[in-house]
């Protein structure tokens, strides 16, 4: 929650996803941004991200249907 809350107030749209890992029996909470139209935009979104937090990210491309 605390970089979810970071991340709002540095302007971007984030939001907190639960998710469940059956592998390690565990609940991780990992924070979220976007839907991007293009790659390039967020891309462009993920290195604002990591300039601004110094924490390392990834990109999840989802397929379209």
Do not use: C, M
Request: glycine share 4%; hydrophobic share 35%; aromatic share 14%.
């Amino acid at each position: 929650r605390k970089h979810q809350l970071e991340l709002i107030e540095l302007g971007f749209d984030a939001y907190t996803q639960r998710f469940y890992s059956k592998q390690h029996d565990t609940v991780w909470y990992r924070v979220r941004l976007g839907n991007y139209s293009t790659k390039k935009k967020a891309l462009k979104i993920k290195g604002q991200v990591e300039a601004f937090t110094d924490i390392i990210t990834w990109l999840d491309i989802l397929p379209i249907k």
